[in-house]
């Protein structure tokens, strides 16, 4: 579920949490508050793309994906 889809009006809340997340909530916005999961962590570092500029924390995009083996852990 991408994150525009989760602010369209026809999302099944239902469906995010059971597929997405471990997170039983009362109200829709609960999503939001629940733990990230290793599988996002995952999905997200595998979208970082190569050869970009470091932010204000000087760690590049490189540094992150091949430390993931180790750091994905902690």
Do not use: Q, W
Request: proline residues 1%; hydrophobic residues 30%.
């Amino acid at each position: 579920m991408h994150f525009r889809n989760i602010n369209s009006e026809n999302v099944n809340y239902d469906n995010i949490n059971s597929s997405v997340h471990n997170c039983h909530t009362d109200n829709n916005n609960d999503i939001l508050n629940c733990d990230i999961t290793l599988n996002e962590i995952e999905r997200a570092v595998k979208n970082l793309k190569n050869d970009k500029a470091y932010g204000l924390d000087n760690v590049l995009n490189e540094h992150i994906k091949t430390s993931m083996p180790i750091m994905k852990h902690v």
